[in-house]
């Protein structure tokens, strides 16, 4: 078929349009995504690479007019036998946790699939509820509890048993970083078995498989992915974790972060730079791990966990086996549970300190809170910070799931989501003395818009994995009839796409919000004011000693957090019943 030579013409300049507009939209993807790199090489890459050059250097100061590299540092993490027990005892401890962690969520796990929905939701509830309740006011409840003047201690003695003092002990570590980790796996665990399908099951015990040999040989390889990439991610944390060492540990028992901020503090940038560049290849490793296991990488607790319920093949029975995970599933209830509930008492005593059980009642500690600059500042700091986190992670979140959602190519949406988590996957120290570094270089030091951009490295990723796998499923047919009829790019990605997935932008903003509210790690070196964020208030009380209103403050954010995770439960439930009810209708 030939063209005449006016269709010819008329459809040259058709083509070249739409060239022109696909080279102007290529141009605006790109315009999205040079604002992110910026941004990354400047608050994480480079944070990282000065870590790296310290390390090299033979008193920990790179010279980059004169560089002097040297393995020395590294020599010494291995020839010094204190240290070589420090590494010992951080490994041991991420060991341990992993295991304990496994032996208690699995079962937890396990018997929450197998119960009916409501049920499910009920018991899911009570694990999110302290998973975002801040790890400082847990840690808090956990050394009112070890204490010597706490309730373990005190049913010891009443029983003969002796004196059982867990605090500032490896006991009392390894309690910490348990209660912190269970969640994670819990819900990457259920997340797990929920997909399995019961007809699998069912299929087996038919043709004549005994329970046991149904398990493990059918349901046990069908969620060994989840279950080692669980464990993996759990022995990441429990590797690089500081808060709950340097809080619940005594001088005998540091690990590697807690010695990398000692070592900062009195200036050895060298050695502490080369322990946190081990502490990082060692997780860099743990974390292809994940990758190569799962598939790909993603954090838990981020996205809504829903109860599947058992199905009407296989209803709910007592078992042995259910029995047993019936009672460890109380047993870490307890564990994560306890702590929360335990602040509320501390927090009504009369007493001008902190002693269980509490003596008298009194709200004073609460009105304290709102009437005292003390805890006014702080809270105020952390409003504002954590608003501005929020604001900017959804943004950065937004563009690069725009960037992403538009790729064709599997690998270069798998390689920029690998870098997008990569800063929540390196460790918390090696992070913040990296950043400490750059915005002493900076100028940012102990301004607010320095922890804000510090805090968005780290709450970015999370809000990029609710946005990127809302959009991923949203319907980019609306979005296309929406450029038909003459609506902008730019228009029609607001007016369409976000509000498409504004629900999942709401709770992207929440959890870049709740991110920076809890951190603790960054804001302690990166803060040098007076006023710190509330936190850092309450840990640099943990150190010195507690007073009354770092109850009452506890408790009054254990309120806020049950608040927001039952109005989102109730709202998802909602907005879950509508759109059935809409299926039905169509």
């Known amino acids: 078929m030939t063209l005449s030579a006016s269709e010819a013409t008329t459809q040259i300049p058709a083509t070249g349009g739409l060239r022109r507009r696909g080279s102007r ?30 390390s090299l250097s033979p008193d920990g100061r790179f010279d980059s007019e004169a560089p002097n590299f040297t393995f020395g540092n590294f020599a010494q993490l291995w020839g010094d036998d204190f240290l070589l027990l420090i590494e010992g005892r951080t490994v041991l401890l991420a060991v341990n946790s992993t295991l304990i962690t496994t032996l208690l969520a699995f079962p937890t796990a396990y018997f929450i699939s197998r119960l009916r929905r409501r049920t499910a939701a009920i018991l899911l509830l009570l694990i999110l509820i302290p998973f975002w309740v801040s790890i400082v006011v847990r840690l808090f409840a956990v050394t009112s509890i070890l204490s010597p003047n706490g309730p373990i201690n005190q049913l010891s003695l009443a029983l003969g048993l002796g004196e059982m003092t867990l605090l500032y002990s490896q006991g009392g570590i390894l309690v910490g970083t348990v209660m912190y980790l269970l969640p994670y796996m819990i819900l990457v665990l259920y997340a797990g078995m929920v997909a399995v399908d019961s007809n699998l099951m069912l299929a087996a015990r038919t043709m004549g498989a005994s329970a046991t040999y149904a398990f493990f040989r059918v349901y046990l390889p069908m969620i060994r992915s989840s279950l080692m990439s669980g464990a993996l991610l759990i022995f990441i944390l429990a590797l690089s974790f500081f808060v709950v060492p340097a809080i619940l540990g005594g001088p005998r028992d ?7 901020q000692q070592q900062i503090d009195i200036y050895q940038w060298g050695i502490a730079s080369a322990m946190g560049v081990v502490l990082l290849i060692a997780t860099a490793i743990c974390y292809v791990g994940v990758v190569r296991i799962a598939g790909s990488f993603q954090p838990g607790g981020v996205g809504s966990v829903q109860a ?16 047993v995970s019936a009672v460890l599933t109380v047993v870490t209830l307890a ?29 004073h500690w609460f009105a304290q809170v709102f009437t005292t600059t003390t805890w006014l500042g702080p809270i105020m700091q952390s409003t504002i910070v954590g608003l501005g986190t929020a604001a900017l992670s959804v943004s950065i979140a937004l563009a690069l799931a725009r960037f992403t959602s538009e790729m064709r190519s599997i690998t270069g949406k798998a390689v920029i989501g690998a870098l997008a988590f990569a800063p929540i996957i390196a460790p918390g120290i090696l992070l913040a003395i990296g950043m400490f570094d750059v915005s002493l270089q900076l100028g940012l030091t102990g301004t607010v818009g320095g922890l804000i951009l510090a805090h968005t490295v780290i709450a970015a990723p999370l809000s990029y994995a609710l946005i990127a796998a809302s959009m991923a499923g949203a319907d980019r047919g609306i979005e296309a009839a929406a450029w038909t009829l003459g609506a902008s790019r730019t228009r029609a990605f607001w007016t369409v796409v976000v509000r498409g997935i504004l629900p999942s932008v709401l709770g992207a903003f929440a959890v870049a919000f709740v991110t920076s509210w809890d951190e603790v790690v960054l804001a302690l070196f990166l803060q040098t004011g007076p006023t710190k964020t509330l936190p850092v208030t309450i840990y640099k009380y943990l150190e010195s000693g507690i007073i009354p209103t770092v109850p009452a403050v506890a408790s009054l954010l254990i309120l806020l957090v049950v608040l927001v995770v039952v109005v989102r439960g109730v709202g998802g439930s909602m907005a879950a019943r509508r759109r059935a009810a809409l299926q039905e209708d169509s």
């Open 25 to 54: 939209a290529l141009l605006a993807r790109w315009g999205l995504l040079a604002p992110i790199i910026v941004f990354y090489v400047v608050f994480f890459l480079w944070p990282i690479l000065t870590i790296v050059l310290r």
């Open 254 to 260: 540091q690990t590697i972060a807690v010695y990398i």
């Open 335 to 363: 564990v994560l549970v306890v702590p929360v509930l335990f602040v509320f008492p501390l927090s009504i005593g009369e007493t001008g300190t902190v002693v269980f059980p509490p003596r008298g009642f009194t709200l």
């Open 308 to 323: 599947k319920g058992v199905s009407a093949e296989m209803p709910f029975r007592w078992s042995p086996a259910l029995i």
